[in-house]
């Protein structure tokens, strides 16, 4: 399997640390937060080769990649102009060939274990064309909220609405089907949004698997003191999925 980490972004909200240091590389209990997917994507061999996108502070990602035990096996894709999610995936769909593959935002950090994620998706019914992380929040108002069928289907997504039907947040973990590249393409443009262009299409061939550990959105400042605070990684690196 083939993984997309998504870590061009430029972190104003993480100010002043990410005027010196991108986002992506803003540490966690003295680890770079892209270090713990690259560690636990290869070390888990959940994945064979990442392709990491950048913009902001490229230069600092490149170096910190290039001293990496996995540098063979990764490749850094710069974007002059931000091509958005989306579009990011899209710019690799000749690299992600026909096969499923993971979508990450490398500036969130959880103890998941996306093996199961990506069990899950390889088991599920054939109509279906994404299986993304789900965890529960206490800002639904600043996430993508769903609803789910008992079976996890989601059934409904409402992005960053003011008065959202629950607090089971996307957690912008995905394994997607090839298939979904052929909607990208078809939209006709080269800057496209996952999260408000391409969900609300797929919706109900996306099922949800809801994460009871830790997740969070390292955005903003207080963020990054909870994660510094609570984050531990299991000792075995499972944890468990529950529906």
Not at 4 to 20: D, K, M, N, S, Y
Not at 46 to 70: F, G, K, M
Request: charged share 25%; aromatic share 6%.
């Amino acid at each position: 399997m083939k993984a997309v980490l998504l870590a061009a972004g430029l972190g104003t909200r993480l100010r002043p640390i990410t005027q010196t240091v991108p986002k992506c590389l803003v540490p966690i209990r003295g680890r770079p937060l892209l270090d713990y997917w690259l560690e636990h994507l290869f070390g888990q061999g959940i994945v064979d080769e990442v392709r990491i996108n950048t913009h902001y502070l490229a230069d600092r990602v490149r170096a910190h990649v290039a001293q990496s035990p996995w540098r063979d096996r990764i490749e850094l894709v710069h974007e002059e102009t931000l091509l958005g999610t989306g579009g990011t995936v899209l710019a690799s769909r000749e690299w992600l060939g026909r096969s499923p593959f993971l979508v990450a935002h490398a500036d969130n950090l959880t103890d998941a274990h996306i093996g199961d994620l990506v069990a899950a998706h390889h088991a599920a019914d054939a109509d279906i064309l994404m299986t993304l992380l789900a965890f529960r929040t206490d800002r639904p108002q600043d996430c993508g909220i769903l609803e789910l069928e008992p079976n996890g289907r989601v059934r409904g997504f409402h992005e960053k609405v003011a008065d959202p039907p629950g607090n089971l947040a996307n957690g912008a973990v995905y394994v997607v089907s090839p298939e979904v590249l052929d909607h990208l393409g078809s939209l006709g443009r080269s800057v496209i949004d996952l999260s408000t262009e391409v969900i609300p299409f797929l919706v109900p061939r996306i099922q949800a698997r809801v994460h009871t550990g830790f997740f969070k959105d390292i955005g903003s400042p207080k963020a990054l003191a909870e994660a510094e605070a609570r984050f531990r990684l299991p000792p075995d690196g499972d944890v468990a999925f529950t529906l």
